[in-house]
């Protein structure tokens, strides 16, 4: 595997985590890999928008427990610290879909450049970043 393409539309903080991790695991192994932000995952390229992530409503009340294993299993807890490890290996780059930022306000002069590499249109993402991929995944 050379290539993997995700697409993250949710920002719960359990539900980001699975992308990043895939991410996460693929950049170790040494492929490369582009990760497009949609819907609400757009807020996550934001100053402060990973600590604004919470875990899902259904596991609300299990939010520490959640993070203290995810500490423990060797991956940052926190999510832009782990955004900015994975684009630190020069393998990773995630953007923000340009419809999404109009969407949800995320206006690309705002963004955290540490977290994020900029602002694609979709079209671009799938013809350009994404093409070639060996996978395809999608959160």
């Given at each position: 595997?050379?290539?993997?393409?995700?697409?993250?539309?949710?920002?719960?903080?359990?539900?980001?985590?699975?992308?990043?991790?895939?991410?996460?695991?693929?950049?170790?192994?040494?492929?490369?890999?582009?990760?497009?932000?949609?819907?609400?995952?757009?807020?996550?390229a934001l100053p402060?928008?990973?600590?604004?992530?919470?875990?899902?409503?259904e596991h609300r009340?299990?939010?520490?427990?959640?993070?203290?294993?995810?500490?423990?299993?060797?991956?940052?807890?926190?999510?832009?610290?782990?955004?900015?490890?994975?684009?630190?290996?020069?393998?990773?780059?995630?953007?923000?879909?340009?419809?999404?930022?109009?969407?949800?306000?995320?206006?690309?002069?705002?963004?955290?450049?540490?977290?994020?590499?900029?602002?694609?249109?979709?079209?671009?993402?799938?013809?350009?970043?994404?093409?070639?991929?060996?996978?395809?995944?999608?959160f």
């Amino acid at each position: 595997m050379q290539k993997v393409a995700i697409v993250v539309r949710e920002d719960a903080y359990d539900r980001i985590l699975t992308p990043l991790a895939f991410a996460w695991l693929t950049a170790a192994s040494g492929a490369e890999v582009e990760v497009l932000l949609v819907n609400w995952a757009a807020r996550l390229a934001l100053p402060g928008g990973a600590a604004a992530l919470r875990v899902s409503a259904e596991h609300r009340d299990q939010e520490a427990w959640l993070r203290e294993r995810v500490a423990a299993a060797g991956v940052p807890a926190d999510p832009a610290e782990l955004c900015r490890q994975l684009r630190a290996t020069g393998r990773v780059r995630i953007w923000v879909c340009s419809l999404a930022a109009q969407i949800f306000g995320v206006e690309e002069g705002a963004i955290d450049r540490s977290l994020c590499d900029g602002v694609v249109g979709a079209t671009t993402f799938l013809l350009e970043h994404a093409r070639g991929a060996d996978v395809f995944m999608t959160f």
